[in-house]
């Protein structure tokens, strides 16, 4: 325990002269107490950071044994209009029980925010229909318009259930159908509205993969008969022989046959 604590207190050491060096304390870096060399690191700290135009605050709490064998207490403060912040934080908690411990997780952390958050004007501005500047009485065609999609999605792995919860959660606010199967290969197969689907896809890359790839992609006009196949978004769990980490593709195969979808499973797997 003691050289555990050793060990975590000199970590705290190292990101906080990480952090004083990237970020003007006082301006940027917010100290709850009084810096003082003779006593431990402090803990409890905030981080402002400007990120696509906007201002966001990282607030920061250490355990002690941060980041040896505990990971640290964090909260994203964000303007409500722009964000949504309650999934932002959950999802930011997730990337975190993610990363292995044994090292300073802050600074991956806020990297990570920068990735997330700057991808959030392009999807509203393609939501709203802001971006962009057309000359007077015009009015730019989008492509996706009056089509319908179906992206097929596989990754590496997808155990987090913070992350599962997002890859479902995501799809049923947007009105999206499919499914999920979490575990290794992680497959994600989404259907709907074509330019709803793309901004899923924008969503769903900004969270935290180790290998992630759009397989496929088909898109119709929405007048094609019988081309939307799930009725809602669903996870199915598949475990390969009481592995629940491993998925049993076989029983993928099996949901895709029963939805007329049989014919795309090579392609999704590369077999």
């Not at 990735?115 to 000359?135: H, I, K």
């Not at 015009?138 to 913070?162: C, D």
């Not at 199915?236 to 009481?242: N, P, T, V, Y």
Request: glycine share 8%; net charge negative.
């Amino acid at each position: 325990m003691a050289d555990q604590s050793s060990a975590a207190t000199e970590e705290q050491y190292n990101e906080l002269d990480l952090m004083t060096s990237m970020y003007k304390p006082g301006l940027e870096l917010f100290f709850v107490g009084e810096l003082d060399v003779d006593v431990p690191p402090p803990r409890n700290y905030s981080v402002k950071l400007e990120i696509a135009g906007s201002i966001v605050e990282l607030f920061v709490s250490l355990p002690a044994l941060y980041p040896v064998v505990q990971y640290p207490e964090i909260r994203l403060s964000a303007d409500a209009d722009e964000f949504d912040v309650t999934e932002l934080n959950a999802h930011l908690r997730g990337w975190l029980l993610e990363q292995e411990l044994g090292f300073p997780l802050i600074s991956q952390l806020i990297e990570h925010i920068r990735e997330v958050l700057e991808a959030y004007p392009a999807r509203r501005r393609s939501s709203d229909g802001s971006g962009g500047s057309a000359s007077s009485g015009e009015t730019a065609k989008n492509p996706r318009e009056g089509m319908l999609a179906r992206m097929w999605i596989l990754s590496h792995h997808m155990y987090s259930q913070a992350k599962r919860h997002d890859v479902v959660k995501r799809a049923k606010a947007a009105g999206l159908a499919g499914f999920s199967t979490p575990g290794k290969p992680a497959v994600i197969v989404i259907e709907g509205d074509a330019q709803l689907v793309a901004e899923y896809w924008a969503f769903i890359r900004t969270l935290s993969w180790h290998k992630i790839t759009v397989m496929e992609e088909e898109v119709v006009p929405v007048s094609t008969p019988g081309f939307l196949k799930f009725a809602g978004f669903k996870e199915w769990c598949f475990d390969a022989g009481g592995d629940h980490k491993r998925v049993d593709v076989s029983e993928v195969r099996k949901l895709l046959e029963a939805h007329d979808l049989g014919d795309h499973f090579k392609n999704l797997y590369c077999i």
